[in-house]
């Protein structure tokens, strides 16, 4: 069944991946908009690349709306030593043409949930926009189909500070409203996306498709996976947030559990935990389905046959 879905995003090289996924699968995926937040860079740069991505997709009649220029309740915190400065380092594409929507991220986002049934919200980066919206449109909550997620880390920690990965601790309170809102929530945390390393060899089955978003995927990942070499020896850069969009093409490539999940938005030291009660230690209601098993080679298989249907 074709899906319903909004895409949240702060491109950054993996969003950028997980966007051209989706848009390169119009038989299961009816995007209805893009919205771009702050996160990985500005905001003027995070909405300049999603309006970039469109066009390298040729799927310009999918709308990109502005989002939320900072979080909720701190300074914006930026990613520019692992994305560069544009947020999407590695790519050779001109400027985009395309223009941005006259609407806000967080009036789309109200208005699409408040007519239209069955939609998914695909969030890319941190939670500010959607809890915006849920502060302005608190029936949103009700009507959402399922909110799939990357943020987060438990058994791998984090990786902006010791225990918190960088979506969460970038806005914690947004991410605490949107967990404790009742949306039906699936979490891609670095449990999984760290077995989604982009190795070189898989880099070059991008490469060797021979078209530019192939060509522009490669690009990318080659500039994207050094900070990660660097600093955790990992043999390329986790692919973090097609693991969302690939959740709905293919779930089976998954493995997770139905537990409850708290955010830290308290101690300096731990702000931007996601508390997952993987043993259900705590008796607190479950409420997000936690991934941690992934199909890594079936994961890249889809990533590359998907995006190689692109020209
Ligand atoms: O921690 C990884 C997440 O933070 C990814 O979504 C990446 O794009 C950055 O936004
Ligand atoms: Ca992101």
Known sequence: MRQKIIIDTDP???????????????DDLDVLGITSVAGNVPISSTTRNCLMLVE????????????????LARDLVTAEHVHGPTGIDGIDRPAPTT?????SAVDFIIETLMTIDEVVVCTLGPL??????????????????????????????????????????????????VFASGIPLVMMPLDVTHRAIATPSRIDAFRHLGTPP?????????????????????????????TVIAY???PGLFTGRYVNVEIETQSALTMGTTVVDWWGVTKRPA???????????????????????LR
């Open 12 to 26: 950054g090289q993996d969003d950028a991946v997980a966007i051209l996924l989706a848009l390169a699968s119009p």
């Open 56 to 71: 390298l997709a040729r799927r310009t009649e999918i709308p990109v709306f502005r989002g939320s220029a900072g979080p």
């Open 99 to 103: 223009q941005v929507a006259e609407a």
């Open 128 to 177: 500010t926009n959607i809890a915006h919206a849920l502060t302005e449109e608190p029936r949103i909550a009700a009507r959402i189909k399922q909110l799939i997620l990357m943020g987060g880390g438990h058994f791998e920690g984090g990786n902006t500070t010791p225990v918190a990965e960088f979506n969460i601790y970038v806005d914690p309170q947004a991410a605490a409203q």
């Open 214 to 242: 192939g060509d522009a995927v490669a690009g990318m990942l080659d500039f994207y996976h050094r900070h990660d070499i660097e600093r955790y020896g990992m043999p390329g850069g986790p692919l973090h947030d097609p």
């Open 248 to 250: 709905l093409l293919d």
């Open 287 to 309: 409420n997000c389905l936690v991934m941690r098993g992934l199909d890594a080679d079936g994961f890249y298989h889809l990533l590359v046959e998907r995006i190689g249907r």
